[in-house]
């Protein structure tokens, strides 16, 4: 069984930083592209950063130069450092990926659980 664990979130200043974390764990055959998305109450959810197995990256714009996601592919973990963070970021966060299990021949999309970040004085 394939699961996605975040952990990192927590409460910030306006203008301070986290890093979220997020660990695969399971039968996994190959880990594709994985990424970071948010959603905030009454918003829809919204791709923060991805970045493929070649760590080509992808941001949104309200995030570029903020921002900065990474991987560990021996380690099977994704990371998101979030600077400078404003009163616009607050929102549960959740790590996505796409994976192939093993013995399965497919890959899937999977998402963690959600961690919270908050940014408040």
């Known amino acids: 069984q394939v699961q996605l664990v975040e952990s990192g979130g927590g409460l910030v200043q306006p203008g301070g930083a986290l890093r979220l974390a997020c660990a695969a764990s399971?039968?996994?055959?190959?880990?594709?592209?994985m990424g970071w998305y948010r959603q905030a109450p009454g918003k829809q959810r919204e791709l923060v950063a991805a970045?493929?197995?070649?760590?080509?990256?992808n941001y949104a714009d309200s995030v570029k130069g903020r921002f900065t996601i990474s991987r560990d592919n021996a380690k099977t973990t994704v990371d998101l450092r979030m600077d400078s963070l404003k009163p616009d970021d607050p929102a549960a966060y959740y790590c996505?990926?796409?994976?192939?299990?093993?013995?399965?021949?497919?890959?899937?999309?999977?998402w963690g659980q959600g961690t919270q970040v908050t940014v408040s004085s």
């Open positions: 970045i493929t197995t070649g760590e080509s990256t």
């Open positions: 996505n990926a796409d994976i192939e299990p093993l013995r399965t021949m497919f890959r899937r999309n999977y």
């Open positions: 399971g039968s996994i055959f190959h880990i594709y592209t």
